[in-house]
């Protein structure tokens, strides 16, 4: 197998992308400035007057966290189309394998060059939105990777992409050959190794390090190391699927083994909610585990508006494009929610906005959420504001049509609505301004009845919190069997304890016991009612009356409706 040349890449992008054809810039030199200023390097040809690389590179690799770095490469792996998605790691390598297009050499471009993404004029690619693959580069040091990647030996990624099944065998059985005379042929794959983020350097090839001396910085070993642990792993590896893909192989820096362990559980879980959002992207293994989409995870209930609609609704800033706004709401049935949805995050940009755990027993995905540098949290922004305000709005439209035309779904997303919490945190409580309270208001309007389910029924399915309580008795009767004609019971009997005392707290529900239903009914509609009980009905109808104190039958004057 032959790879691509990437010492006439680096030369095609100084002269034809950049447009230097002095012999000052030295493409050969993956520094900026040479010790005695004579010369400039790659650095310089890609990022300008950066001369100081530390602090620039500083600004990417410290923005987030080290987990950040395995969402990016599956991130890179939904852009480009692949079905199948393979990590493997140990204590000194990790290794990851998608099936999706070969990168093609914008792409290349786009991963060497930071805040360029190939996907950016794409609006259904991930990478658009910013997702930064600098932050692979933290993989490979003890802290953030910049001291690895700043000092000799000067540690890097290495990429691996290959458009035919022919050449991805050759790889794996270690029939690399060496570089082709162009970097532009199609027979090729591409192979190199990542410095400083955006120098590419091919195996056993010879440069010029930061002080602008020769030497080699992927050595045959290194390449026989990576396909070394290549092979330990294809048993997992579905390897017809690999007719065309991409691999990237990283030597861990210190403690990077331990955390990927340490922080194995919560990753795990943040692929299972966010494989809802990852297009083709559906069988994915960490260390031999197939991770699944999360099970029983509703997100049927989608939203696409069009940028002049979000747009109206914002005071100060627009949207530069014509991409359409992706809203995704994400529910479990509600008796799981509890547990399962209200441990995890709740906000979702195609991964999982790690501190958004603010107690809602649903999430929200958007392809537009704007979300701090460190990928943790979301800013308190206008744009934010705006998505959960259309969220309110295209949600309460669908629950109305939802109450005739999906009723199972109705009661679903409305249970999983009143039993998620305020936000109250001191960095998620402007939240609840936006989201929280006026879906809030809305449940208040729509209460389901337990006429719900009925179909043939003059009654109204769902009703204001006026006209609705919360049933505690437990005799088989309606209000309106006492000549109670305004009065319906709440959806919800006493086998939902969670659901009821929530209904109490957040939307007012009163409770009516069976003296309830006595001080409010007639007496011609009561004593009817008792004269048609069943004998156990009516044992139960003694039972209850004997618990009534005396105190408030007297009050509410009980006697007079109710003929022993």
Request: proline share 4%; aromatic share 12%; net charge neutral.
């Amino acid at each position: 197998m032959n790879y691509k040349n990437i010492k006439s890449f680096r030369k095609w992008f100084k002269e034809v992308e950049r447009r230097y054809h002095d012999n000052v810039r030295d493409s050969d030199f993956m520094g900026h400035t040479s010790p005695d200023r004579s010369k400039f390097g790659f650095f310089d040809i890609f990022h300008g007057a950066k001369e100081n690389i530390t602090d620039f590179l500083r600004k990417e690799v410290e923005m987030a966290e080290d987990t950040q770095a395995i969402y990016e490469f599956v991130q890179n792996a939904a852009d480009c189309g692949a079905t199948q998605f393979y990590l493997f790691y140990n204590s000194t390598y990790l290794l990851v394998i998608n099936n999706g297009e070969v990168f093609s050499q914008k792409g290349i471009c786009s991963i060497l060059n930071i805040g360029q993404s190939e996907g950016k004029t794409d609006c259904d690619k991930i990478g658009r939105f910013g997702i930064g693959f600098k932050l692979v580069h933290r993989l490979v040091g003890e802290a953030s990777g910049l001291k690895e990647l700043t000092n000799a030996p000067y540690a890097g990624p290495v990429l691996f992409s290959w458009s035919n099944i022919t050449q991805f065998n050759d790889f794996l059985n270690g029939r690399v050959t060496g570089a082709s005379n162009d970097f532009q042929s199609e027979e090729d794959a591409w192979l190199f190794k990542i410095l400083l983020t955006n120098f590419p350097v091919a195996p056993n090839e010879q440069v010029l390090d930061l002080d602008y001396k020769p030497f080699v910085p992927f050595t045959d070993n290194e390449l026989k190391e990576y396909i070394g642990f290549l092979n330990q792993n294809k048993s997992t590896i579905d390897l017809d699927a690999m007719q065309q893909g991409s691999m990237f192989f990283v030597r861990l820096g210190n403690g990077k083994a331990e955390m990927l362990t340490k922080n194995n559980t919560d990753l795990h879980k943040g692929i299972q909610y966010a494989m809802h959002f990852l297009k083709d992207l559906s069988k994915i293994y960490l260390n031999e585990i197939q991770v699944e989409r999360f099970p029983n995870l509703n997100t049927d209930t989608t939203f696409t508006i069009h940028t002049s609609k979000f747009d109206k609704i914002l005071a100060e800033e627009k949207r530069s494009d014509n991409c359409p706004i992706k809203i995704t709401l994400g529910y479990l049935p509600y008796t799981e929610s509890e547990q399962l949805v209200r441990s995890a995050p709740n906000f979702y940009k195609y991964f999982p906005i790690g501190d958004e755990i603010n107690g809602l027993s649903f999430i929200i995905h958007s392809n537009i959420f704007n979300i701090r540098s460190e990928r943790r949290g979301l800013h308190d922004s206008i744009i934010n504001k705006a998505i959960f305000t259309l969220f309110v709005e295209y949600l309460t439209a669908q629950l109305n049509k939802y109450i005739t035309e999906n009723p199972k779904a109705f009661i679903q997303i409305y249970a999983n609505l009143l039993l998620s919490q305020k936000p109250d945190k001191e960095d998620n409580k402007w939240q609840a301004t936006d989201l929280y309270e006026p879906l809030l208001a809305y449940l208040k309007s729509k209460i389901p009845t337990t006429h719900f389910d009925t179909i043939q029924t003059t009654l109204p399915r769902t009703a204001q919190v006026q006209t609705v309580k919360i049933k505690a008795t437990k005799l088989p009767l309606n209000p309106s069997n006492l000549g109670i004609a305004n009065i319906q019971w709440f959806y919800w009997d006493n086998s939902e304890r969670r659901i009821r005392n929530n209904a109490k707290s957040k939307l007012n529900l009163e409770v009516w016991s069976l003296s309830n239903l006595l001080q409010n009914g007639t007496i011609d509609n009561i004593n009817q009612y008792i004269q048609h009980l069943s004998a156990d009905n009516y044992a139960l109808l003694l039972t209850e009356l004997r618990s009534i104190d005396e105190t408030t039958w007297k009050q509410n004057n009980l006697g007079q409706n109710f003929v022993p």
